[in-house]
């Protein structure tokens, strides 16, 4: 089989204002973005050794997969960007007072302290998680475990932390 760098880049680029109206179909005003993005992924992965036998099937299905993607991300975005009412804003105030702010602190500290209780391995797994910029594929990968091995030691680090910081109620 012939390595097929080359036939993915020039599908690639014959194809690329098609590519952008297709991502524009599902998520409008992003096109260019979703295009570039999936560009990064594909060298990657095809780069890597991966031979794509329908490069234009290819292209197509990762440019959808990241489509939808961001449009499920821009989706959570407004959901929690949304302006709040009056009624939400003095909902919000009545709910802060000293003891709550001083017992947030404190589940803070114990908090950090739980974390810092950890394996390294955990912690590690478990900060990348929460930092919301790796994928759990990605911290396995870096872990050096399968992604199921990864999901158990972020999982036992959260129960770890959620049993040593108790909200009382």
């Known amino acids: ?10 599908t690639f680029i014959s194809r690329q204002s098609d590519l952008i109206k297709y991502a524009e179909t599902i998520v409008p005003n992003h096109g260019d973005d979703i295009v570039q993005e999936a560009w990064f992924r ?15 099937s290819y292209l197509f299905r990762v ?3 990241l489509a939808i993607d961001v449009k499920r991300k821009l989706g959570r975005e407004a959901e929690t960007t949304r302006d709040a009412t009056p009624e939400e804003i003095a909902e919000v ?12 602190a404190e589940q803070m500290r114990m908090l950090r302290e ?28 870096h872990l050096g475990v399968s992604v199921g091995v990864a999901h158990d030691i972020i999982a036992r680090g959260i129960a770890h932390c959620r049993s040593r910081v108790r909200s009382p109620e």
């Open 114 to 141: 739980a974390i810092d209780e950890l394996p390294e391995r955990t912690r590690i797994a478990l900060e990348m998680r929460r930092s919301g910029q790796y994928k759990l594929r990605e911290i396995a990968e």
């Open 1 to 10: 089989m012939v390595r097929s760098i080359p036939l993915v880049l020039q």
């Open 63 to 65: 440019v959808r997969n």
């Open 42 to 56: 594909i060298n990657r992965t095809v780069a890597a050794t991966v031979d794509v036998i329908a490069p234009d």
């Open 93 to 104: 105030a009545a709910l802060t007072s000293p003891e709550r702010d001083c017992l947030a």
